[in-house]
């Protein structure tokens, strides 16, 4: 099994080669999604966070 770290790290990958293919700034929305994902504190503040998100560009 992958380690955390590892997985971490991939998803981040896959997240920045997404936003790139999108045209988005991946430094910022890159940046700014990951922070939701480690910090909000429940799914459903999660989900809304990354909705407003990503509304902004899709």
């Given at each position: 099994?992958?380690?955390?770290?590892?997985?971490?790290?991939?998803?981040?990958?896959?997240l920045?080669?997404?936003?790139?293919?999108?045209?988005?700034?991946?430094?910022?929305y890159?940046?700014?999604?990951?922070?939701?994902?480690?910090?909000?504190?429940?799914?459903?503040?999660?989900?809304?966070?990354?909705?407003?998100?990503?509304?902004a560009?899709?």
């Open positions: 099994m992958a380690a955390p770290n590892q997985i971490a790290g991939e998803f981040e990958n896959w920045n080669e997404r936003l790139d293919s999108l045209e988005v700034d991946r430094e910022v890159g940046a700014y999604i990951l922070g939701v994902l480690q910090e909000e504190d429940s799914d459903e503040e999660q989900k809304d966070a990354l909705q407003g998100i990503l509304s560009f899709l």
